[in-house]
């Protein structure tokens, strides 16, 4: 009876060992995957770069009516206190809503969000119609409709609009 629980031992330990080693694509030059690689138009040298902002290519998406409408139970139109935020690295982006507090704000603030490059959040949108008009009040903004929920947690915000940037939250 004393065997079993030896030998279960035994190879545990012996497991512990056994590890698979990691195989790079592309990493030799007698890879069988190379040719593979070249047919797909994929570089060997090609690496992120984490210093860079890395952006999503939007121009396939035609039909944003799917994910519509978007609810942020945690967010609603009001003020915001503004406050300093130490998050280096990250870019600036703002939430807004279709309510009229939100456009007037989107209006006001779109040449300047445009300079700094900030990405949008439409974090309250009924219908394509409205989205529509979130988009037409910044012309020339990435706006996308997003749950801003675990956003507005993290943060620790109750309203919209508001620009979240790596130094600062402000309205």
């Given at each position: 009876?004393?065997?079993?629980?030896?030998?279960?031992?035994?190879?545990?330990?012996?497991a512990?060992?056994?590890?698979?080693?990691?195989?790079?694509?592309?990493?030799?030059?007698?890879?069988?995957?190379?040719?593979?690689?070249?047919?797909?138009?994929a570089?060997m040298?090609?690496?992120?770069?984490?210093?860079?902002?890395?952006?999503?290519?939007?121009?396939?998406?035609?039909d944003?009516?799917?994910?519509?409408?978007?609810?942020?139970?945690?967010?609603?139109?009001?003020?915001?206190?503004?406050?300093?935020?130490?998050?280096?690295g990250?870019?600036?982006?703002?939430?807004?809503?279709?309510?009229?507090?939100?456009?007037?704000?989107?209006?006001?603030?779109?040449?300047?969000?445009?300079?700094?490059?900030?990405?949008g959040?439409?974090?309250?949108?009924?219908?394509?119609e409205?989205?529509?008009?979130?988009?037409?009040?910044?012309?020339?903004?990435?706006i996308?409709?997003?749950?801003?929920?675990?956003?507005?947690?993290?943060?620790?915000i109750?309203?919209?609009?508001?620009?979240?940037?790596?130094?600062?939250?402000?309205?």
């Amino acid at each position: 009876m004393k065997r079993i629980p030896l030998i279960c031992y035994c190879i545990l330990l012996w497991a512990s060992f056994a590890q698979a080693e990691l195989t790079v694509v592309g990493n030799s030059p007698d890879d069988v995957t190379l040719p593979y690689l070249h047919m797909t138009g994929a570089q060997m040298s090609d690496r992120a770069q984490p210093d860079r902002a890395m952006h999503a290519d939007l121009s396939t998406v035609t039909d944003e009516a799917w994910i519509l409408p978007v609810r942020s139970s945690q967010l609603s139109p009001g003020p915001i206190t503004p406050r300093a935020l130490n998050m280096p690295g990250l870019q600036p982006f703002f939430l807004v809503g279709g309510d009229p507090q939100s456009l007037t704000w989107l209006r006001q603030h779109a040449v300047g969000l445009r300079e700094m490059g900030a990405a949008g959040l439409a974090v309250e949108v009924a219908d394509t119609e409205s989205l529509t008009r979130i988009r037409a009040a910044a012309p020339g903004l990435t706006i996308l409709p997003v749950n801003g929920n675990e956003i507005a947690i993290r943060l620790k915000i109750e309203h919209y609009p508001v620009l979240i940037s790596a130094s600062a939250l402000e309205q």
